[in-house]
């Protein structure tokens, strides 16, 4: 048989590999003494609170979610939605024109590009950033422009230092707080003059809020908090953290109706719908009892005061991250993030996240996910720890 010779279409060429399939090949490749401890990626462990399980249950046995749901979510869902946004952040939001669902909020993620932007325009992302959003800036034929984030400027971008010649060809401004990797948040006065400098350059504004539900000072505060924003930005999240309903595949984007219903268009030629019972049980998670979510974020607070403390016990000089579940810790004198990542994975079986793959700026640092129990977070601190006693005789000092 004449085997096709086959080669991806060009635009394939300038997306590369997923950074974290690239990490969990590694991780299935691995052949350790240790058990593995995968602190790598966002990946929640804790279960699904058991209302919205058995919501999703009952759900399943209805013949109704059988058959297609709606291509715009079901009207329960988007009512949900709007109920949910009043009750936790005082926004209205009009369930039919500013509300659009998706099978995972990263399909969202996906979609903005490609209904903002035109060949050649550019998006204004952070560096470091979520790595999914190059590809889908890429795939639709747009250019970056990254705003660095450093300590100095507490992980918030200086616009200012936007040249005014990529302004001038700019649509898109992606933002993500609380931020993934770093672990800022936002607060209404950078929201606020985000909100101005965007007006003045006709800029969408896109907030990635997966990480809404986990403020350790304070609740981080929602983009469409700011009186009139929800006329001129969008706000994507996701169930997925404050629900741990990563599996589940469900987000939804409230805000500007023109841009919602360009996304609606979009997931319903390439996605489709959503499976009913899951919608059914992103109702539970959004309108029903809240003390599973409660659970999730004290058990994150607690793991993120241990491992921290941990660290610093350990001789490291590590800021508590005020949002996300993600420790942006800065790698030791003589290692770059890389390097440490790999060292901590060949020497002590732990995997950690190179920062490098988040972005130039987050080359010296590394990346910790407390997405496993107090018991293996321990476990994970006691093995740094004994490489630095036994395996390295290097100081545990930091530039």
Request: a positive charge; proline letters at 6%.
């Amino acid at each position: 048989m004449l085997l096709l010779k086959f080669e991806p279409a060009k635009r394939m060429n300038k997306i590369p590999k997923s950074f974290f399939s690239v990490l969990d090949d590694k991780i299935a490749e691995t052949r350790s003494e240790l058990p593995l401890i995968d602190l790598s990626k966002g990946n929640p462990d804790l279960p699904t609170p058991k209302n919205i399980v058995s919501t999703l249950q009952k759900a399943a046995e209805s013949p109704t979610n059988d058959r297609y749901s709606p291509f715009d979510g079901k009207e329960d869902l988007k009512r949900a939605i709007s109920v949910f946004y009043k009750r936790e952040y005082g926004v209205r939001i009009d369930p039919e024109s500013e509300v659009a669902i998706f099978s995972g909020a990263a399909i969202g993620l996906f979609a903005f590009p490609q209904v903002i932007l035109n060949p050649g325009d550019y998006a204004i992302i952070t560096d470091p950033h979520y790595p999914e959003y190059v590809p889908a800036i890429k795939l639709a034929n747009g250019k970056i422009f990254e705003c660095p984030l450093t300590k100095k400027n507490r992980f918030l971008p200086d616009f200012s230092r936007i040249p005014e010649d990529v302004l001038n060809k700019s649509k898109l401004l992606l933002l993500n707080y609380p931020n993934n990797p770093t672990g800022a948040v936002a607060n209404r006065k950078f929201f606020a003059q985000t909100i101005r400098f965007a007006n003045e350059h006709n800029l969408v504004v896109i907030n990635d809020f997966a990480y809404a539900s986990l403020g350790y000072e304070e609740k981080p505060v929602s983009l469409l908090q700011i009186p009139g924003v929800v006329q001129s930005a969008v706000e994507i999240y996701t169930l997925s953290k404050t629900y741990s309903m990563a599996g589940w595949r469900i987000g939804f984007a409230v805000g500007n109706k023109d841009i919602i219903a360009s996304l609606k268009q979009y997931h319903a030629h390439a996605y489709s719908t959503v499976y009913g019972a899951v919608q059914d049980a992103a109702v539970e998670a959004l309108t029903g009892s809240q003390k599973g979510a409660n659970d999730i974020l004290a058990s994150y607070r607690k793991r993120r005061k241990l491992f921290v403390d941990g660290l610093n016990k350990l001789g490291y000089q590590v800021e508590a991250p005020k949002g996300t579940f993600f420790v942006w810790v800065s790698a030791p004198r003589g290692f770059d993030g890389e390097r440490f990542a790999n060292y901590l994975f060949d020497n002590a079986s732990i995997a950690v996240a190179p920062g490098i793959g988040f972005g130039n700026e987050g080359k010296n640092y590394v990346r910790i996910s407390l997405v496993q129990s107090e018991k293996v977070l321990e476990t994970a601190l006691k093995r740094i720890n004994h490489l630095w006693e036994v395996e390295l005789d290097v100081t545990r000092s930091f530039d």
